[in-house]
């Protein structure tokens, strides 16, 4: 199976960057696509970034411009950069891949942004 952990998280202020990390080990083989999402305190866990096998870039709308995913170049571990973060991405940050057994989530990462 695969395991996904996640590292990077703080608290930082308003307009300040922080870069995520998502290590992936086990069989990594299996995974497909691959992404973040976060969920704030009281609401749904949503969509952040998604980067698929093949590079295809997905962004939410409250991000575009300012966060930027990636993977290394053995697919081993994905890169959230945050940049100008807001009050509003105060969040767990999660690392998910979609294999071909199913989704695995990694144990999240709590951002805190001060204002």
């Known amino acids: 199976q695969v395991q996904l952990v996640e590292s990077g998280g703080g608290l930082v202020q308003a307009g300040e960057s922080l870069r995520l990390s998502c290590a992936a080990s086990g069989s990594i083989f299996l995974i497909n696509d691959m992404g973040w999402y976060r969920q704030a305190p009281g609401k749904q866990r949503e969509l952040v970034a998604t980067?698929?096998?093949?590079?295809?870039?997905n962004y939410a709308d409250s991000v575009k411009g300012r966060f930027t995913i990636w993977r290394d170049g053995a697919k081993r571990t994905m890169y959230l950069q945050m940049l100008s973060l807001k009050p509003e991405d105060t969040a767990v940050y999660y690392c998910n891949a979609v294999t071909v057994l199913g989704d695995r989530w990694g144990q999240g990462t709590q951002v805190t942004v001060s204002s």
């Open positions: 980067i698929s096998r093949t590079d295809r870039i």
